[in-house]
T-cell receptor, first 116, second 110 residues
């Protein structure tokens, strides 16, 4: 079965530290990849997405992610985090041509706390 | 672009009471519709999805049901709520691989 794994459940960083959140999926076919963020008390927002083309994707608020097909990974990065990046981060994948009606399959999320 | 209206934003219901959460979509036609639940400290769990009017697929066995009486209306229901039904419920729609999410309903069963 298709699945999405986020390795870090809780991450604590100081401001200006670099961030990398891991996301791996289990499926050898074509995928659409997403990172969503949920700030405290707010709705889910799309940070970035990858459908095809350049595997290095730039999103909002200085985030980027790199799709490495050979590693089935789509890690999220930010060179220098800010206190305002404190949030829950979700990786999600659509496994195309897998007969699942383009459902989003979600990782369990990573809670990021940035200390000022 | 598509917009989702989901209400109410918060709801406190006693155990054993019925539930009806409604979600409507604007700006698109014939979308796929989804109900997710996000329990505290956990990720999003897909409860139901629908690819058309009257077509409902259930992802997990549970105390809830869903209906799609119109193309852009998706309803989550329960006849008798359980304490374990507490959580954050999100409606979503998709056309192709583009998803839009509602603002969610925080349900507390007491």
């Amino acid at each position: 079965a298709q699945s999405v794994s986020q390795h870090n459940h809780h991450v604590i960083l100081s401001e200006a530290a670099s961030l990398e959140l891991g996301c791996n999926y289990s499926y050898g076919g074509t995928v659409n990849l997403f990172w969503y963020v949920q700030y405290p008390g707010q709705h889910l927002q799309l940070l970035l997405k990858y459908f095809s083309g350049d595997p290095l994707v730039k999103g909002i608020k200085g985030f980027e992610a790199e799709f490495i097909k050979s590693k089935f990974s789509f890690n999220l990065r930010k060179p220098s985090v800010q206190w305002s990046d404190t949030a829950e981060y979700f990786c999600a994948v659509i496994f195309l041509n897998a007969g699942n009606n383009r459902k989003l399959i979600w990782g369990l999320g990573t809670s990021l706390a940035v200390n000022p | 672009s598509q917009t989702i209206h989901q209400w109410p934003a918060t709801l406190v219901q006693p155990v054993g009471s019925p539930l009806s959460l409604e979600c409507t979509v604007e700006g698109t036609s014939n979308p796929n519709l989804y109900w997710y639940r996000q329990a505290a400290g956990r990720g999003l769990q897909l409860l139901f999805y629908s690819v058309g009017i009257g077509q409902i697929s259930s992802e997990v066995p549970q105390n809830l049901s869903a209906s799609r009486p119109q193309d852009r209306q998706f309803i989550l229901s329960s006849k008798k709520l359980l304490l374990s039904d507490s959580g954050f419920y999100l409606c979503a729609c998709s056309t192709g691989s583009d998803y839009t999410f509602g603002s969610g309903t925080r349900l507390t069963v007491v």
